[in-house]
């Protein structure tokens, strides 16, 4: 009794203990000064630069008193991981074209250009850096930074590098905190694969936690609640450009690993390549309210979340993929605004789904300005996020008079007449043109849509906001809440003034005279001293603010001027009878900062097209499918015939779909066409009499041999580690096929250098090739291999024949990784090759004959194949093949082991393959019925016998549910633990590598035509 008296009195005292504030100022130690916070306590993080936290913040807070930390401003209370020591000087690198290297003591875990607005991507090396725009890659060991940047050109005063590997902040089992008006930039992690451990913030085993008015740029992802979090919600934050290229799972706001009582709220998120919001992985009870979502690669994602879930008054629209998806699970959605194509288990009325090439499509009130309202007369009108009218209107310098202006179509005529007719507190937005002078005698918002130019714009009331104007004099005096952003002002004067703002505005003059209490922020301005104004990041010169907020929230930042692209050659590389390879160059050009990367299947840029023929009209063409440096070659040429060729940039960049058409990209980062001139050659009549060289290599000459490997050559990897590529530029023929080859079985490892490497062996335009013996491991996920003009797989055949893949082991441990990608290609022959991990083993579309037989796939991480689509009159045989189950987290749920459409084929053969079962495993789902999950009659027959009955296939197959390697380290898939740990870890490390002997079946086990033998000739 007395222990709960004193216990009631402490406890009491608690409350009556009135909160404490605290400072803290850039310099000091934050965990000190958070680990002795205490209920009720608030810490106030001064103006400035802060470091990432060295340790977890675990206070706790009470729900009477939260623990408050907050910004004192919350565009500069800022944490960055960005260094504030670094004083570049670059010299052009020899033998690296577009590659600069400076200096730079310091480790670099990140590079961001702020001034093209871009998150480079780390390079697997220095070797072949030219190939590779928008990238950086750091030699510690001579302490220089290798950068080829977003335009090929020197680096400007825009790149910033980042020094600390991993979050920000981390929240370990706290609770009952606020964090609130903060801006958090920079944050990633020292390896790519692990870019999801380098978010901005990251929770764990917290509870109650509240994120608010917080801004997040340019980290690998801006918050993340994981780890069993409970009530969390992040209401009214700014989100952009948080891109985790490593995990593509990832979003800039995510919620997952079993969190419970998740709420996003009020929030902006925009620009990423990756998933906007994202609950996943077990999220618990999910509500999205009033977020915008906008130029995702995935909008707003429930994927395996639980519990009650909601959705209302979100929009979400541009994203490359899906707008929206509850994947057909129970969920509430009410009043959302979402872009087709989206999808929706409660589609009810009060959803306003449109789609832009639809008649009926709603016409928003500024998308510039993020106003997705709907205008006066919109179609969509009462449903929707903001299902009535906006009340806004609209003025244009010349305009019938009778308009009422509440629609971008019927402006009001001049600004003068909007503003006499504007309520107080409305918005009037002003088409592109000049206007008259005018004064603002009411509180109102003037908004430019284009450029919009006024003379002499005079301020006489209190609470006016402008944004995206060009005026020449400015004038504004004693008043208060003026809010100027994105300005654009030759002489403005602004005097005895109150909580004046200005963020993102240009000046040439500036008379700031008796004014207080009010904020200049990111502008461009003279050099003087602004009393009674807060400054940060403000600069005298265009395209030199600091830090790197890229734009104020709301507004989108001004577009870079479009350049004129650049055309160097054509060449011929290589002529034969009836081959020709013909190279290029586009120096200045690329779609690193535009293209598609977070989809299986994406459409593959095409920035410039060889045009040819017999005639000098040149009729025929074939797009290239290069990025900066450009090979095609032409095939089944006449011998002695004359050939005109020349290459076109198109006037807009155009995309390779799967289907092989050629489509318009929605983009135009380049102004105008550009057309080489017309030249000619006439192949031999006769092939060279040589036979083909072979070459023996060492590790670090792949990439150097594979430009010079001709028909016939071959080309031998000793023994070692080769982080490149065998991309040959020069096709093989028939009868002189170029091969390569490990000269000892087992010894030969293509390795994509920590995941960032797209592929070991690309093949586009190359006919008559040979892969045998090789061991691949640690290439790329989705989002690391769309670039250098590659896409995704460790083997990517495209456009090519007569394709031989022998005696190879394909590892896909590590991350995300397709193994054979294959399109508009055929006569491709698949033998003896062992397919461990991946998440896909072959896959493609468009495959003309193909044969899949003598393989191992063993403990597939989802499908064995992926085949989309053939061409029409072939042939395909996948035979005496090895299935040796799936991941036991994909097969407890009757995932689909692969998917293939015969339609089209003249025949198929998918039979005598023996297939392993775990006995634990009672689902049994082969797949192949366009499911990617077990159907809902699956009541009926499992295993081969129900594959037989939907498809027709497998009459003589096998089912086993006992089975061992020779070595005796076979594991069962359905154990995922023991897998991890002795199969998939080590391999990621690098500390376990097995050869093709490794997977060689226990001696009588099976028939030895079946599965991949070591032994096999």
């Known amino acids: 009794m007395q222990k709960l008296l004193l216990w009631l009195l402490f406890s009491l005292?608690?409350?009556?203990?009135?909160?404490?504030?605290?400072?803290?100022?850039?310099?000091?130690?934050?965990?000190?000064?958070?680990?002795?916070?205490?209920?009720?306590?608030?810490?106030?993080?001064?103006?400035?630069?802060?470091?990432?936290?060295?340790?977890?913040?675990?206070?706790?807070?009470?729900?009477?008193?939260?623990?408050?930390?907050?910004?004192?401003?919350?565009?500069?209370?800022?944490?960055?991981?960005?260094?504030?020591?670094?004083?570049?000087?670059?010299?052009?690198?020899?033998?690296?074209?577009?590659?600069?290297?400076?200096?730079?003591?310091?480790?670099?875990?990140?590079?961001?250009?702020?001034?093209?607005?871009?998150?480079?991507?780390?390079?697997?090396?220095?070797?072949?850096?030219?190939?590779?725009?928008?990238?950086?890659?750091?030699?510690?060991?001579?302490?220089?930074?290798?950068?080829?940047?977003?335009?090929?050109r020197q680096p400007g005063s825009g790149l910033r590098i980042g020094t600390h590997s991993g979050h920000l902040i981390i929240l370990q089992a706290a609770e009952n905190i606020i964090l609130r008006d903060l801006s958090f930039t920079g944050s990633s992690h020292r390896e790519a694969k692990l870019s999801a451990l380098g978010s901005a913030i990251r929770t764990l085993n917290t509870r109650h936690l509240r994120i608010e008015n917080c801004s997040f740029y340019f980290n690998t992802g801006g918050v993340?609640?994981?780890?069993?979090?409970?009530?969390?919600?992040?209401?009214?934050?700014?989100?952009?450009?948080?891109?985790?290229?490593?995990?593509?799972?990832?979003?800039?706001?995510?919620?997952?690993?079993?969190?419970?009582?998740?709420?996003?709220?009020?929030?902006?998120?925009?620009?990423?390549?990756?998933?906007?919001?994202?609950?996943?992985?077990?999220?618990?009870?999910?509500?999205?309210?009033?977020?915008?979502?906008?130029?995702?690669?995935?909008?707003?994602?429930?994927?395996?979340?639980?519990?009650?879930?909601?959705?209302?008054?979100?929009?979400?629209?541009?994203?490359?993929?899906?707008?929206?998806?509850?994947?057909?699970?129970?969920?509430?959605?009410?009043?959302?605004?979402?872009?087709?194509?989206?999808?929706?288990?409660?589609?009810?009325?009060?959803?306003?789904?449109?789609?832009?090439?639809?008649?009926?499509?709603?016409?928003?009130?500024?998308?510039?300005?993020?106003?997705?309202?709907?205008?006066?007369?919109?179609?969509?009108?009462?449903?929707?996020?903001?299902?009535?009218?906006?009340?806004?209107?609209?003025?244009?310098?010349?305009?019938?008079?009778?308009?009422?202006?509440?629609?971008?179509?019927?402006?009001?005529?001049?600004?003068?007449?909007?503003?006499?007719?504007?309520?107080?507190?409305?918005?009037?937005?002003?088409?592109?043109?000049?206007?008259?002078?005018?004064?603002?005698?009411?509180?109102?918002?003037?908004?430019?849509?284009?450029?919009?130019?006024?003379?002499?714009?005079?301020?006489?009331?209190?609470?006016?906001?402008?944004a995206g104007l060009e005026v020449n004099r400015l004038q504004a005096r004693a008043v208060q809440a003026l809010n100027c952003q994105q300005l654009q002002v030759e002489t403005a004067t602004i005097s005895n003034s109150k909580t004046v703002s200005i963020k993102h505005c240009q000046f040439q003059q500036l008379d700031w005279r008796d004014n207080h209490s009010s904020r200049?922020?990111?502008?461009?301005?003279?050099?003087?001293?602004y009393a009674g104004a807060r400054c940060g990041g403000n600069s005298r010169q265009p395209g030199t603010l600091m830090p790197g907020h890229a734009l104020a929230a709301g507004l989108k930042p001004a577009p870079h001027p479009a350049v004129q692209p650049q055309l160097e050659g054509p060449a011929l590389s290589a002529l034969y009878p009836s081959l020709v390879t013909i190279s290029w160059i586009t120096p200045n050009i690329g779609s690193d900062s535009w293209r598609e990367r977070d989809n299986w299947w994406t459409p593959r840029p095409v920035l410039s097209l060889l045009e040819y023929g017999t005639t000098p009209e040149c009729t025929q063409q074939i797009p290239s499918l290069g990025e900066i440096f450009h090979s095609v070659s032409l095939q089944d040429l006449q011998p002695d015939t004359k050939y005109y060729y020349r290459v076109r940039i198109p006037a807009q960049p155009l995309l390779l779909n799967v289907h092989g058409a050629l489509q318009p990209a929605p983009v135009s980062p380049w102004a105008g066409n550009k057309l080489s001139e017309t030249f000619s050659f006439t192949t031999p009549a006769d092939r060279p009499a040589e036979s083909g060289r072979t070459y023996h290599l060492q590790p670090g000459e792949l990439n150097r041999y594979s430009a010079l490997a001709r028909p016939g050559d071959t080309l031998i990897l000793s023994p070692g580690v080769y982080r490149e590529t065998f991309r040959p530029p020069v096709s093989g023929l028939p009868g002189a096929p170029i091969t390569l080859k490990a000269a000892e079985t087992g010894q030969v490892i293509l390795d994509g250098a920590g995941h960032l490497i797209p592929a070991g062996v690309y093949l586009d335009l190359t006919d008559h090739i040979i892969i045998d013996g090789i061991i691949f491991r640690h290439f790329a996920n989705k989002l690391f291999s769309n670039r250098q003009g590659m896409e995704y797989g460790q083997i990517q055949i495209l456009r090519s024949r007569q394709i031989d893949i022998n005696n190879c082991v394909f590892l896909g441990h590590g991350a995300y990784q397709f193994f054979i990608n294959m399109k508009w290609s055929g006569d491709i022959r698949i033998r003896n090759n062992v397919f461990f991990t991946?998440?896909?083993?072959?896959?493609?579309?468009?495959?003309?004959?193909?044969?899949?037989?003598?393989?191992?796939?063993?403990?597939?991480?989802?499908?064995?194949?992926?085949?989309?689509?053939?061409?029409?009159?072939?042939?395909?045989?996948i035979r005496q093949n090895l299935f040796l189950g799936q991941i036991g987290s994909k097969a407890r749920f009757g995932t689909t082991m692969g998917e293939l459409n015969e339609d089209g084929l003249t025949e198929l053969q998918f039979d005598h393959n023996i297939w392993f079962f775990s006995p634990d495993n009672q689902i049994r789902f082969c797949g192949f019925e366009r499911n990617s999950n077990l159907p809902t009659d699956a009541d009926g027959p499992r295993g081969l016998e129900r594959l037989r009955q939907k498809r027709g296939w497998e009459q003589n197959g096998q089912e086993i549910s006992t089975f061992q390697f020779a070595n005796g380290r076979f594991i069962d898939p359905w154990d995922d633990k023991r897998c991890q740990q002795e199969f998939s870890l080590p391999i990621a490390r690098a500390e376990f590598v097995p050869a093709l002997d490794f997977f060689d079946p226990e001696p009588g086990l099976i028939p030895e035509h079946i599965g991949a033998h070591s032994r096999r000739p």
């Open 520 to 529: 200049i922020l990111f502008s461009v301005l003279p050099a003087r001293e």
């Open 13 to 152: 005292a608690a409350l009556l203990l009135p909160a404490r504030e605290y400072d803290l100022s850039p310099g000091e130690d934050a965990c000190e000064r958070i680990s002795a916070l205490q209920p009720g306590d608030t810490l106030r993080i001064r103006i400035g630069v802060h470091p990432a936290l060295t340790g977890p913040i675990s206070v706790k807070g009470t729900p009477e008193q939260p623990i408050v930390i907050c910004g004192e401003d919350p565009d500069l209370s800022i944490f960055s991981a960005w260094s504030t020591n670094f004083l570049p000087q670059w010299t052009a690198v020899p033998g690296e074209r577009f590659a600069f290297a400076t200096p730079c003591p310091e480790t670099v875990v990140s590079v961001t250009d702020v001034t093209h607005d871009l998150q480079l991507q780390p390079a697997p090396g220095l070797a072949g850096l030219s190939g590779l725009r928008g990238t950086y890659y750091y030699d510690p060991e001579a302490q220089q930074l290798y950068v080829h940047s977003a335009d090929g």
């Open 224 to 466: 993340n609640i994981t780890n069993h979090c409970y009530d969390s919600i992040v209401r009214k934050c700014f989100f952009r450009q948080n891109n985790s290229y490593g995990y593509s799972e990832m979003a800039q706001l995510f919620f997952g690993s079993y969190c419970q009582k998740n709420q996003a709220i009020d929030n902006i998120i925009m620009d990423g390549r990756t998933h906007g919001l994202r609950f996943y992985s077990g999220a618990e009870d999910c509500t999205a309210t009033g977020n915008i979502i906008v130029n995702e690669m995935i909008g707003l994602y429930y994927k395996a979340s639980k519990g009650e879930r909601r959705a209302e008054r979100n929009i979400v629209l541009g994203c490359q993929a899906f707008n929206f998806s509850d994947l057909n699970l129970p969920i509430s959605n009410i009043h959302n605004t979402l872009q087709k194509p989206s999808f929706l288990q409660d589609d009810n009325p009060t959803n306003l789904l449109f789609s832009p090439e639809e008649k009926d499509t709603p016409r928003w009130v500024a998308p510039e300005y993020l106003d997705f309202r709907l205008q006066e007369g919109s179609p969509g009108s009462g449903r929707g996020a903001y299902p009535e009218p906006a009340a806004v209107l609209y003025a244009a310098t010349t305009a019938e008079d009778y308009n009422l202006g509440t629609r971008m179509d019927q402006p009001l005529p001049g600004l003068s007449r909007a503003l006499n007719t504007a309520p107080e507190h409305s918005t009037i937005y002003l088409l592109e043109g000049t206007y008259a002078s005018a004064t603002v005698s009411k509180p109102v918002t003037l908004r430019g849509m284009g450029k919009v130019i006024i003379p002499e714009l005079t301020i006489t009331s209190d609470q006016v906001n402008l």
């Open 838 to 877: 991946g998440v896909n083993g072959l896959g493609g579309d468009k495959i003309g004959n193909l044969l899949v037989e003598q393989n191992t796939f063993y403990d597939t991480s989802i499908r064995n194949f992926m085949l989309n689509s053939f061409r029409p009159g072939s042939r395909v045989s």
